[in-house]
């Protein structure tokens, strides 16, 4: 018989050069994306991604800002805060105003149902000033489409 090695954990392995090297199944598989790609672009071109849009309210805050103080201006990290702000507030009047056409077994929220989530949510006297600025636009807004 015969004598069996002490260790093996020093040693490498004795049928690496039967293995193919890993660069040549990956550049097979390389070769293979490359090749559907200009196929698919049609004259080899790559498409232009489209730029996704952000939708915010930092212009409307910003037209805001210049009517109430002209010479102010306002920071990136501000702006954010803000525009978190405001996307908050939506989205609580909207819940809301959800829950309450939904308890009245309605399917549409109509001016009524934002009025009475916005004395729900905001406290006392800015809820009172949040509903005439809202009701004077639905005003505003009513009369320009009858024209």
Known sequence: MAPKPASTAGKAPASTASKA???????????????????????????????????????YIYKVLKQVHPDTGISNKAMAILNSFVNDIFERIATEASK??????????????????????????????????GTKSVTKFSSAGAK
């Open 21 to 59: 090297p890993a660069k040549s199944t990956e550049g097979s598989k390389a070769a293979k994306k490359t090749a559907s790609k200009p196929s698919a672009a049609g004259d080899g071109e790559k498409k232009k991604r489209k730029k996704v849009r952000k939708e915010t309210y930092s212009s």
């Open 100 to 133: 309450l056409a939904s308890y009245s077994k309605k399917s549409t929220i109509s001016s009524r149902e934002i009025q009475t989530s916005v004395r729900l949510i905001l406290p006392g006297e800015l809820a009172k000033h949040a509903i005439s600025e």
